[in-house]
């Protein structure tokens, strides 16, 4: 029998903010996968609480230092951590320093009495032009990560093994977030590792790529994209410092 969980907290980055999955309620707010799974999950663990302190742009040393003691102080059973993506795509990238402090957060997590979920980053190296020189790089985090959950007895979800998301429709237009469909896979991928029964529609058939992504080339997603993201790493600024956590505390999901 699966477990259950009474509160459930989300650590990270944009990945875990929601990016690239507007909420249908309006506003500039994001939804992403881990507002789908908490209210999945409230639907089969009743008065399930729920926060998500994730920032997108946040490199791994951030999010730890902002983020899990915040975290831990509200005495969740259950953790979601995701970071390291950021860090991969920058010069200096360290993945045996990210392992060790990985490692150290787990532990803490672990011993605050929290289950604890952590994932392997889907694979972006096919839509993104010229970043397959970062592969190894990629490869590197997730070994990293599959090592912390299997010493520490985490929960695992391998995205990278996840063939679906080869499919261009699960990514947004700047190709490295992820589209309202790849979160719905997220969610869907974390249900089936905590034995939530998943929404029927996150597996329903994809529509087809609108036609100005279909027809967009590299120069110009470069020129749209790439180059904006460029400019912010040479001015030292992020995408979200200017961005506090949707849901810094935990509330009943509604």
């Known amino acids: ?7 459930f907290v989300a650590i990270g980055d944009s990945f ?3 990016v690239g999955d507007p909420d249908p309620s309006g506003g500039d707010r994001h939804r992403g996968w881990a507002d789908l799974f908490a209210h999945r ?10 926060a998500n302190l994730a920032i997108r742009g946040r490199l791994f040393d ?14 969740p059973d259950l953790v979601s951590f995701a970071a390291g993506g950021n860090d991969a795509l920058r010069p200096g990238f360290n993945p045996v320093q990210l392992s060790t402090r990985a490692h150290e957060v787990v532990r ?14 889907a694979d972006i190296t096919p839509h993104i032009p010229g970043i397959a020189v970062l592969r190894k790089r990629f490869v590197a985090t ?17 995205l990278w093994s996840d063939k679906a998301f080869e499919d261009p429709r699960l990514w947004s237009e700047d190709r490295l977030h992820l589209s309202t ?3 719905m896979r997220v969610a869907y991928d974390v249900c089936e590792a905590l034995g939530v029964d998943p929404d029927p529609s996150w597996s ?7 036609r100005p992504r279909r027809e967009m080339n590299g120069v110009q997603w470069a020129g749209k994209h790439f180059a904006p993201w460029v400019k912010r790493r040479l001015t030292g600024k992020s995408s979200g410092d200017a961005v506090d956590p949707k849901r810094p505390e935990l509330t009943k999901v509604k």
């Open 1 to 7: 029998m699966a477990a259950e969980y009474s509160s």
């Open 108 to 121: 803490l997590l672990k011993a605050s009495g929290a289950e604890v979920v952590l994932f392997t980053c």
């Open 62 to 75: 951030r999010i730890v230092d902002e983020q899990v003691v915040p975290a831990i102080k509200q005495s």
């Open 41 to 50: 999950a409230a639907e089969q663990w009743p008065g399930l609480e729920y």
């Open 142 to 158: 997730n070994d990293a990560y599959k090592r912390v959950a299997k010493r520490h007895n985490a929960v695992l979800v391998d």
């Open 204 to 210: 329903e058939p994809l529509p087809n790529l609108p």
């Open 181 to 183: 469909f790849g979160h």
């Open 16 to 18: 875990t903010e929601g």
